[in-house]
């Protein structure tokens, strides 16, 4: 009954939940940034993993309170 | 059909409120708590907020929000609403909503119920969607800048100086629940203290050795934190170990500050971050596994709905029903910090207008229900260990007899035979005065989720429940510290500009040191006041958020009244003088009332008598005065600033009426969303 089709979906799925789950802990998501890039600036640099985490992490904590009492 | 299911939701809300009035001297099940809260927030949310949105703020489907319209995959980034429920319920909810409650138990579970649900419905949650909504329509700015815009450019900075204090009151009272928790806990520090080296491992694996990899780093901490916890009661039952890690309360301070320091210093990549992903899945897990437990055991309240205590000599703190109860509950009930959340990373990821509501009001009522999960869990516990595990040792006297009289004496039964033995079920050796609300929330807890899953674990249980206070809290003091710590600079780089170069090492260091040392202050105040420290810092938390409510009350009364809504201001003005009456009240008495215990005056007074007739060391005493003095310094700052935000206030909306200030507000302009409808 296992037909490739499935396998794509569930790892869509799975993608999606971790995804959400990334998100929800204020965690970096790189592959919309990738995502975004290239929908938005087509043939722009893009940052790598390594330079977009630094960068996000080095924001998420210099602006405003990002956890309260 | 769906005005049936409304009519049927607030009369199960009403019901449920109308036993928890009349039932006395009876235990009553914690059914009727959760049903009258979830009840009322239901109704709420669909009719206030409902209400809200259409006519009071507008809220507009077809208006495209920040994070569509400045969309760039890093902080502007539409996220589905379901998502950012969750992130923003992460941001807001903390050690307060769990700590406030269970402190004001001591005037019975009615007080703090009905604050925490009818001041959510008509503030908290109020200011919270208020402040997302006009942070949305400006592109994200935060509550300093709009104090800035719509009201005036001294009112922001008088805002930022008062953020800054009250970051300092909140972290130095945060530090010492922790440390009221894990002192003389072999256990408790055990596991803290893991947290550290499990931190830097995941952040040398999610920037150096697996970029990125958020979620599989943090999997392998969990794991590890598990581990610790486990590895923490072969530690205490150690005899060559437990030593180690048995210290007193300022031992544990004196570490706290360092680490303090050390984690605003160091890269953010390297403590601060591994520690916030750790302790928000801990948080959320936990609070979910709460609500579990309680739906599943329905533990009986045990507490009475009113003590005696109300009329101001209760021994977990000083004061009255009024004006205290509603400063000691502040998180859960409104909470000025949460202004700060929904005006800093959220507004910036909502996808669309209409998820609004939701996260901003719908955020709030979840927190406001993690406040009566642990109002419940305070009251599941008999009120006479209640009473043991709250009050200061200084009030109780000092062993578990004397104790046991005292609360004899105060209409409550415990014997020591009783305590000993809860102390041993947990893995504790003693469980009497550790103040602090965390040690007697984390024993109901522990009776809660033993009841739901079994009571051989009570005492992982315990120390499960120590530990994600704890690190949750000790994460809200490294992220405000140095949150703090570029306030600090910002704000000193007005009076000599290179302090203002974040970048400059010196002026990190400087800064980072002002603001350990303002905190590290109170709290060592807090560790060595022989009355526990709570005692204090707690009313003085308290009085600071709630003042900062009200700055953000002010700031979205101005945007209301300058977009032309004048005829709905009402809807915060009244939370707004509510809180001006409480805080000042409160201020006032901390400050000038006769009982000692109570004002901060009388008690430097009573002191100085104490030191003349010899009772008391001279330089002790001496320091007890200067805690005093620099306390109602402290509180007079805070209401002196909230008075001027709110004359201030007052004075552009006069102006907007009368039509001298033309009513114009800073919000961007329209541009239509390209999602379909």
């Not at chain 1, 802990?25 to 390594?50: K, L, Q, W």
């Not at chain 2, 210290?247 to 990549?269: E, H, K, Q, R």
Request: with cysteine; charged share 10%; net charge positive.
């Amino acid at each position: 009954m296992w037909r490739p089709a499935m396998r794509i979906e569930l790892t869509a799925a799975l993608r999606r939940g971790l995804q959400a789950v990334r998100r929800v802990a204020g965690m970096p998501d790189y592959a919309a940034y990738v995502e975004h890039r290239s929908r938005h600036h087509p043939g722009d640099p893009v940052a790598t993993e390594r330079e977009f985490y630094a960068e996000h992490v080095t924001a998420r904590y210099t602006d405003s309170p990002t956890r309260c009492c | 059909m769906q005005t049936i299911g409304w009519i049927l939701v607030s009369l199960v809300g009403a019901v449920s409120w109308g036993v928890l009035a009349l039932h006395r001297g009876e235990t009553i099940s914690a059914a009727w708590l959760v049903l009258a809260a979830v009840g009322t927030y239901l109704v709420a949310y669909r009719f206030y907020a409902r209400f809200l949105a259409t006519r009071v703020l507008e809220i507009d489907p077809t208006r495209a929000t920040p994070a569509e319209r400045l969309s760039n995959g890093r902080d502007f980034v539409p996220t589905s609403r379901g998502v950012l429920f969750g992130h923003h319920f992460a941001a807001i909810a903390g050690a307060g909503p769990l700590v406030g409650p269970v402190l004001a138990a001591q005037f019975g579970y009615l007080p703090g119920m009905i604050w925490i649900v009818f001041g959510v419905v008509l503030g908290g949650a109020v200011q919270d969607f208020v402040i997302l909504f006009a942070s949305m329509r400006r592109d994200g700015k935060s509550l300093g800048q709009m104090a800035k815009e719509e009201i005036g450019p001294v009112t922001g900075v008088a805002a930022m100086i008062a953020i800054l204090a009250i970051m300092i009151i909140l972290l130095a009272v945060l530090a010492l629940v922790v440390v009221n928790a894990l002192r003389d806990s072999p256990w408790g520090l055990f596991t803290i203290a893991c947290t550290v080296p499990i931190a830097l491992l995941m952040g040398f694996w999610m920037k150096v050795w697996r970029p990125g990899r958020t979620l599989e780093a943090t999997t392998v901490g969990i794991v590890l934190l598990m581990a610790s916890l486990v590895g923490g009661r072969v530690v205490a039952e150690s005899a060559t170990l437990a030593p180690y890690f048995t210290m007193n309360a300022a031992t544990i301070a004196w570490l706290i500050i360092a680490y303090g320091f050390v984690a605003s210093v160091l890269p953010v990549w390297m403590l601060l971050c591994p520690r916030d992903y750790l302790s928000t899945f801990m948080k959320v897990g936990t609070i979910v596994l709460l609500a579990i437990g309680i739906l599943v055991v329905l533990p009986p309240i045990k507490l009475p709905a009113l003590t005696q205590f109300i009329d101001g000599t209760g021994p977990v703190f000083a004061g009255k029903l009024f004006p205290f109860a509603f400063i000691t509950i502040a998180c859960g009930a409104i909470s000025g910090f949460h202004a700060l959340v929904a005006s800093g990373t959220t507004p910036k990821m909502l996808r669309r207008e209409g998820d609004a509501p939701l996260i901003g009001y719908g955020g709030m009522l979840m927190e406001s229900f993690v406040a009566v999960m642990a109002l419940c869990a305070a009251a599941v516990l008999d009120p006479g260990v209640y009473f043991a595990i709250n009050a200061p040792l200084a009030t109780l006297g000092g062993s578990l007899d004397a104790a046991a009289e005292t609360i004899r004496g105060w209409g409550f039964v415990v014997t020591p035979g009783q305590m000993e033995a809860l102390a041993t079920s947990v893995g504790e050796t003693t469980l009497l005065a550790r103040t602090g609300g965390a040690p007697s929330l984390a024993v109901g807890m522990a009776q809660i989720f033993a009841g739901a899953f079994g009571t051989h674990l009570t005492a992982l249980w315990y120390h499960f429940a120590i530990m994600f206070e704890a690190l949750f809290i000790l994460t809200t003091v490294d992220t405000g510290t140095r949150v703090g710590r570029f306030m600090f600079q910002e704000l000193a780089g007005h009076l000599w500009e290179p302090m203002g170069r974040t970048s400059w090492y010196p002026s990190t260091v400087i800064a980072s040191g002002a603001v350990v040392a303002g905190w590290g202050w109170f709290l060592l105040q807090g560790v060595h006041d022989p009355l526990g420290g709570i005692n204090t810092l707690w009313p003085l938390f308290g009085i600071s958020n709630q003042l900062l409510a009200a700055i953000a009350l002010a700031v979205g009364t101005t945007v209301l009244i300058r977009s032309g809504k004048a005829r709905y201001a009402w809807v915060t003005l009244l939370p707004l003088a509510w809180l001006l009456v409480v805080t000042l009240t409160a201020g006032w008495q901390k400050i000038f009332a006769a009982d000692p215990r109570l004002g901060f005056l009388s008690h430097a007074a009573a002191t100085s008598t104490r030191i003349a007739g010899g009772a008391l060391d001279a330089s002790v005493g001496a320091r007890l005065i200067f805690n005093d003095r620099l306390n109602v310094g402290v509180a007079a700052f805070f209401m002196a600033v909230v008075v001027l935000v709110v004359i201030s206030s007052a004075r552009v909306w006069v102006n907007i009426l009368r039509g001298t200030t033309p009513a114009t507000t800073r919000e961007a302009p329209y541009v239509a969303t390209s999602y379909a409808n």
